[in-house]
């Protein structure tokens, strides 16, 4: 019997991996967060499969299940939004899995900021812009954020920012980032990215709440902020040029290796 943590995807059917897909149609019990793993992705379940939602349960009424699983010799597909690695809490779940003996494996998956950046078609590592990416979030009730870790400390890197669950926040947001980047640094707010319902606004620090009504992305929304954002804003890397020399191809012209 084993635990498979996979890795939903952020939303659409199709974005979650083949890995995840061939467990989920070969296994009998099914635990996922309702309310951030839409319907659709379990259009991919055993049509016996046990489909538990784990939004109302504490973690000691999550484990008993797992017990349960295991009493009767059968795997359970665990399924977590985007990558089960961020912002998952899978940690204090396989911390009491390995107390109790019980096999598990992470199946990775599509990361929400990687779907946002899709939906705005923005590579958020543009050469001579922003080659670092920060995930982060603000301090909730749940999980306290350290000092050394706050916004305004991870502001003044002024590198790619990519803020989780924390669109309800954005009236404190914007004026710790314009502490930091630039007031026409762009903003973009991506809305359940990936699926049906998807929205997006893409506007500046120093307008975007003179423009949207935050009530509208207070859950499942991505921020993204950073020079990558701007369009007009764009350098080659050495990668492709016709002057760069490496392992599976030879500069035509002056080498700049
Ligand atoms: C508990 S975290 C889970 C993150 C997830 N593990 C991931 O890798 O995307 C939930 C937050 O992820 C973001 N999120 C998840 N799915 C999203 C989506 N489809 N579009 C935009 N943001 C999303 C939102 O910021 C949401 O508040």
Known sequence: MRVYFIGAGPGAADLITLRG???LNNTLMVMYAGSLV?????????????????????????????????????????????????????????NQLQDLGI???????????????????CELTKPNVSQSIILTRVSGR???????????????HQATMCIFLSGAH???????LLKNYASDTPIALVYKASTS??????????????E?????WVLTTMLLVGDVLRPDLNFNSCLYSINYSHKYRKAKGKSSE
């Open 21 to 23: 897909v061939r467990i």
């Open 38 to 94: 839409p319907a659709e992705i379990l259009t991919h379940c055993h049509k016996d499969a046990t489909l538990i939602n784990t939004a109302s349960l504490s973690l000691p009424q999550q484990i008993d299940l797992f017990k349960e699983a295991r009493d009767k010799d059968i795997n359970v597909a665990r399924l977590h939004s985007g990558d089960p690695a961020i912002y998952g809490a899978i940690n204090e779940q396989m």
């Open 212 to 216: 949207i009504n935050v009530a509208n």
């Open 170 to 176: 954005l009236p404190n947001i914007i004026p710790i």
């Open 142 to 156: 749940a999980s306290k954020i350290k000092e050394k870790e706050s916004l305004e400390n991870l502001a003044k």
């Open 103 to 121: 096999a598990f494996e992470i199946v990775p998956g599509v990361s929400s900021f990687t779907a946002a950046a899709a939906s705005i078609n």
């Open 197 to 210: 319902e998807e929205r997006k606004h893409i506007s500046t620090l120093e307008n975007v709440l003179n």
